[in-house]
């Protein structure tokens, strides 16, 4: 008899279970807004260039034809070079992760924020992330422009989210086809590359309708098919929720119940509450089917590590004090087994701990979720009292936090691309001098510095012994001009301590045995064949005979640790207005692997010394190097004012647009240079308005004014705009006068 015509007890064991669970244990739902509110709220979103759908009609009825500038990123996914920094610490473990911040969403993820007071997430190490998920409690998410352009000028993946939920209406509606097609993979598809993201993660927390007996086929299939029009550049993830049985049952692993999914995706994320058998299963199963075991993405709960929350406690690996402050410990078995890690609520740190305490006292310093962050990530040490809302005992200060960092097990991956490398060492949220509030600029985060060691308090408490003269940097966000100018100021220092009765002298411990001391700044991977040159923006700050000081390039060989580095030395320049220096890269038979800034002293002076102010570093290709032939092969025009109209609402804005010279047809793009698909050969523009009052940074062809900057302008207003190429050198517009009446937006105030 066929064995398909039994029914399948277990499947209706687990659905009879959820019922009566249910029926003990009753779970209402809270009413939330009303469609008519949720309608009006995703209107208001539009204008802060947020895009998300409710429900499958708005997937739908979405249209390519009429979008908003706005809500398109420009920056395109910079191309990591290939091959991994090496490490010395092991296997390593690429890194997902999965932000849920507080719903999502949020004011200063928009294209025009507000002043803060208070910094907010966002990740400093993204050289050691390989995706992305944008993630907020919607059918569909489409990630921010400014967390896309972020993300991809570090070379970091952007994926947005399909959620069903269990109270989701409509289910069916996902797998409706037309023609073959299924309708809402299309529309996924098709809006994927229309707001310049990297994929999608599906998870689906809704059982199978009843009357489909082949649901998990047709989940397949739309898998398939979504990657299918998606191409191989970007990727689908599948979540460990929903089974081949038509179930919600997480599987907390690779498990013949979700590896149909897993085959048909390009990876599987999976439920947070595994453990070493379910580890050591995966790995048979993933083995035998073939699945590469880093495309196995096990899911780790930051907020596991709470015993605050209502309810059942929450689990993850260890069992015990998992998550939090312990997630390296997960990362290390996972790297050890050579699997992935996804990691849920990066942001925990900026939830659960306070974003307004600063420890040193002050209204602007680090917060306790800056430091807790810091410590999560690079293993600093925890502040002694976290203000968190945690009872009884310190559940995040464990024994092994500190030797566990997310840095320490996390795939790292060369800064830049192969061919070019930018940084102007922007963060996400810039210091206003005025208000001394803090403007967020997500789009503008830079890649950052090399994270060990950042600060003169982590040189001093990871090292214990005799006095050692040693480099570290500090980031300013702020300049005491009207325009805040990012820079990044290195300083010496002798640490440690004198020993009694030994030898009183400085012990600089280079691997020479002279007093050069060496900072990496960043790990690349780029050819050293002469191709490329490195031009760097900086200032000495100290004239001394006993000091020299300036920055290094070090060249390897794959498969070999000893590096070899070549180092230039700084002078005091006749005109601080010209501080820009340029490096030669060129060693036969190797890679540019570094770059960094060192010193080499014999002076005993204990105080800390600023050697360098570095306001921002350039490699691209020497044929790319005449700006001025690349300014000339551009204009910016039509400078005009316009109205964004959705529904009822309308939004003025200045906008213009960018063409090429036509007597500079001939000039080349180089193809080792990035290039936008809506802003060309644009990182950004600057929009000066009434002579400077206002200066807004936008990353499209259009931008609003709020109410305050218009407030004092003249009835007629000159607007002028600056394009910020690719790779350095400026775009000016001639100056245009625009009536201010025809700017003022009444609908925020």
């Not at 991809?152 to 069916?172: K, S, Y």
């Not at 580890?279 to 993933?286: E, F, G, I, R, V």
């Given at each position: 008899?066929?064995?398909s015509?039994?029914?399948?007890?277990?499947?209706?064991?687990?659905?009879?279970?959820?019922?009566?669970?249910?029926?003990?244990?009753?779970?209402?739902?809270?009413?939330?807004?009303?469609?008519?509110?949720?309608?009006?709220?995703?209107?208001?979103?539009?204008?802060?260039?947020?895009?998300?759908?409710?429900?499958?009609?708005?997937?739908?009825?979405?249209?390519?034809?009429?979008?908003?500038?706005?809500?398109?990123?420009?920056?395109?996914?910079?191309?990591?070079?290939?091959?991994?920094?090496?490490?010395?610490?092991?296997?390593?473990?690429?890194?997902?992760?999965?932000?849920?911040?507080q719903?999502?969403?949020?004011?200063?993820?928009?294209?025009?924020?507000?002043?803060?007071?208070?910094?907010?997430?966002?990740?400093?190490?993204?050289?050691?992330?390989?995706?992305?998920?944008?993630?907020?409690?919607?059918?569909?998410?489409?990630?921010?422009?400014?967390?896309?352009?972020?993300?991809?000028?570090?070379?970091?993946?952007?994926?947005?989210?399909?959620?069903?939920?269990?109270?989701?209406?409509?289910?069916?509606?996902?797998?409706?086809r037309k023609?073959?097609?299924?309708?809402?993979?299309?529309?996924?598809?098709?809006?994927?590359?229309?707001?310049?993201?990297?994929?999608?993660?599906?998870?689906?927390?809704?059982?199978?309708?009843?009357?489909?007996?082949?649901?998990?086929?047709?989940?397949?299939?739309?898998?398939?098919?979504?990657?299918?029009f998606?191409?191989?550049?970007?990727?689908?993830?599948?979540?460990?929720?929903?089974?081949?049985?038509?179930?919600?049952?997480?599987?907390?692993?690779?498990?013949?119940?979700?590896?149909?999914?897993?085959e048909a995706?390009?990876?599987?994320?999976?439920?947070?509450?595994?453990?070493?058998?379910r580890?050591?299963?995966?790995?048979?199963?993933?083995i035998?089917?073939?699945?590469?075991?880093?495309?196995?993405?096990?899911?780790?709960?930051?907020?596991?590590?709470n015993?605050?929350l209502?309810?059942?406690?929450?689990?993850?690996?260890?069992?015990?004090?998992?998550?939090?402050?312990?997630?390296?410990?997960?990362?290390?078995?996972?790297?050890?087994?050579?699997?992935?890690?996804?990691?849920?609520?990066?942001?925990?740190?900026?939830?659960?701990?306070?974003?307004?305490?600063?420890?040193?006292?002050?209204?602007?310093?680090?917060?306790?979720?800056?430091?807790?962050?810091?410590?999560?990530?690079?293993?600093?040490?925890?502040?002694?009292?976290?203000?968190?809302?945690?009872?009884?005992?310190?559940?995040?200060h464990?024994?092994?936090?500190?030797?566990?960092?997310?840095?320490?097990?996390?795939?790292?991956?060369?800064?830049?691309s192969?061919?070019?490398?930018?940084?102007?060492?922007?963060?996400?949220?810039?210091?206003?001098?005025?208000?001394?509030?803090?403007?967020?600029?997500?789009?503008?985060?830079?890649?950052?510095?090399?994270?060990?060691?950042?600060?003169?308090?982590?040189?001093?408490?990871?090292?214990?012994?005799?006095?050692?003269?040693?480099?570290?940097?500090?980031?300013?966000?702020?300049?005491?001009?009207?325009?805040?100018?990012?820079?990044?100021?290195?300083?010496?220092?002798?640490?440690?301590?004198w020993?009694?009765?030994?030898?009183?002298?400085?012990?600089?411990g280079?691997?020479?045995?002279?007093p050069?001391?060496?900072?990496?700044?960043?790990?690349?991977?780029?050819?050293?064949?002469?191709?490329?040159?490195?031009?760097?923006?900086?200032?000495?700050?100290?004239?001394?005979?006993?000091?020299?000081?300036?920055?290094?390039?070090?060249?390897?060989v794959?498969?070999?640790?000893?590096?070899?580095?070549?180092?230039?030395?700084?002078?005091?320049?006749?005109?601080?207005?010209?501080?820009?220096?340029?490096?030669?890269?060129?060693?036969?038979n190797?890679?540019?692997?570094?770059?960094?800034?060192?010193?080499?002293?014999?002076?005993?002076?204990?105080?800390?010394?600023?050697?360098?102010?570095?306001?921002?570093?350039?490699?691209?290709?020497?044929?790319?190097?005449?700006?001025?032939?690349?300014?000339?092969?551009?204009?910016?025009?039509?400078?005009r004012?316009?109205?964004?109209?959705?529904?009822?609402?309308?939004?003025?804005?200045?906008?213009?647009?960018?063409?090429?010279?036509?007597?500079?047809?001939?000039?080349?793009?180089?193809?080792?240079?990035?290039?936008?698909?809506?802003?060309?050969?644009?990182?950004?523009?600057?929009?000066?308005?009434?002579?400077?009052?206002?200066?807004i940074?936008?990353?499209?062809?259009?931008c609003?004014?709020?109410?305050?900057?218009?407030?004092?302008?003249?009835?007629?207003?000159?607007?002028?705009?600056?394009?910020?190429?690719?790779?350095?050198?400026?775009?000016?517009?001639?100056?245009?006068?625009?009536?201010?009446?025809?700017?003022?937006?009444?609908?925020?105030?």
């Open positions: 008899m066929d064995s015509t039994f029914p399948d007890w277990r499947r209706i064991g687990r659905r009879l279970g959820k019922k009566l669970r249910d029926g003990l244990n009753p779970h209402p739902v809270a009413p939330g807004p009303s469609p008519e509110e949720r309608r009006a709220q995703r209107l208001r979103d539009g204008f802060k260039g947020f895009v998300y759908f409710d429900t499958f009609e708005e997937v739908e009825a979405w249209d390519s034809e009429n979008v908003d500038p706005i809500q398109q990123p420009n920056q395109p996914l910079l191309l990591r070079s290939a091959g991994n920094v090496p490490n010395e610490h092991g296997p390593k473990t690429k890194l997902i992760l999965c932000h849920d911040y719903g999502g969403y949020h004011d200063y993820d928009g294209v025009r924020p507000d002043l803060l007071d208070f910094e907010m997430y966002s990740c400093r190490y993204l050289q050691f992330v390989d995706m992305f998920i944008y993630f907020s409690h919607k059918l569909v998410c489409v990630p921010p422009p400014t967390w896309s352009n972020c993300l991809h000028r570090n070379g970091v993946r952007a994926l947005g989210t399909l959620l069903i939920e269990p109270q989701t209406p409509n289910l069916e509606r996902l797998l409706t023609d073959g097609v299924f309708i809402v993979a299309r529309q996924l598809a098709d809006i994927t590359g229309i707001y310049g993201f990297d994929g999608w993660l599906i998870n689906v927390e809704q059982d199978a309708p009843e009357a489909y007996m082949n649901w998990s086929h047709l989940l397949i299939d739309f898998i398939l098919q979504l990657r299918k998606l191409g191989v550049h970007r990727k689908v993830l599948w979540y460990d929720a929903l089974t081949t049985d038509g179930d919600v049952y997480y599987q907390n692993g690779l498990t013949p119940l979700n590896r149909p999914y897993a995706a390009d990876g599987l994320f999976t439920n947070y509450k595994w453990n070493d058998k580890l050591a299963d995966s790995k048979l199963l993933a035998e089917a073939a699945i590469p075991t880093e495309n196995v993405f096990f899911g780790i709960d930051l907020w596991a590590q015993n605050n209502p309810g059942s406690p929450r689990v993850t690996y260890p069992p015990k004090g998992g998550g939090g402050t312990n997630t390296g410990l997960a990362m290390n078995t996972l790297s050890q087994n050579g699997f992935s890690t996804a990691v849920f609520a990066p942001a925990w740190t900026f939830e659960h701990f306070p974003i307004s305490s600063s420890l040193c006292g002050s209204s602007r310093g680090p917060s306790v979720a800056h430091h807790v962050d810091e410590s999560l990530w690079t293993g600093a040490s925890l502040p002694d009292e976290l203000l968190c809302d945690c009872h009884g005992r310190k559940p995040h464990t024994s092994h936090y500190r030797s566990n960092a997310i840095t320490r097990f996390a795939q790292e991956y060369p800064a830049g192969s061919t070019f490398f930018k940084t102007g060492f922007n963060q996400a949220f810039l210091e206003q001098p005025k208000t001394n509030q803090l403007l967020p600029g997500l789009s503008s985060q830079d890649p950052l510095p090399n994270v060990i060691p950042v600060s003169i308090q982590d040189w001093e408490a990871i090292h214990q012994g005799p006095m050692t003269r040693v480099l570290y940097g500090k980031l300013d966000s702020k300049h005491p001009a009207a325009d805040c100018v990012p820079s990044l100021t290195i300083f010496t220092k002798i640490v440690g301590s020993e009694e009765g030994g030898d009183q002298s400085v012990n600089y280079t691997r020479e045995s002279t050069i001391q060496r900072l990496c700044l960043y790990k690349l991977n780029m050819p050293a064949d002469g191709s490329l040159e490195a031009t760097i923006e900086a200032r000495i700050m100290r004239h001394d005979t006993q000091i020299r000081t300036g920055f290094y390039l070090a060249y390897g794959p498969g070999d640790q000893r590096l070899k580095h070549a180092h230039y030395t700084m002078s005091p320049p006749t005109f601080r207005l010209e501080p820009f220096i340029k490096l030669p890269i060129h060693m036969s190797r890679r540019l692997v570094e770059l960094g800034a060192f010193v080499e002293s014999d002076s005993e002076q204990s105080l800390p010394i600023a050697l360098l102010e570095i306001d921002s570093i350039v490699i691209k290709p020497r044929k790319a190097m005449i700006l001025e032939d690349m300014e000339a092969a551009f204009t910016i025009e039509d400078i004012q316009v109205e964004e109209v959705k529904e009822s609402r309308v939004e003025k804005r200045i906008a213009w647009r960018w063409a090429t010279n036509p007597g500079q047809q001939g000039q080349v793009w180089p193809v080792e240079m990035p290039w936008s698909q809506t802003t060309g050969p644009f990182s950004s523009f600057t929009v000066r308005v009434g002579g400077g009052k206002a200066i940074k936008a990353f499209s062809t259009q609003s004014l709020k109410p305050k900057e218009i407030e004092g302008l003249d009835e007629t207003v000159v607007v002028q705009v600056v394009g910020n190429l690719f790779g350095g050198g400026h775009v000016h517009s001639a100056p245009y006068s625009l009536h201010k009446i025809d700017l003022i937006n009444h609908m925020n105030e």
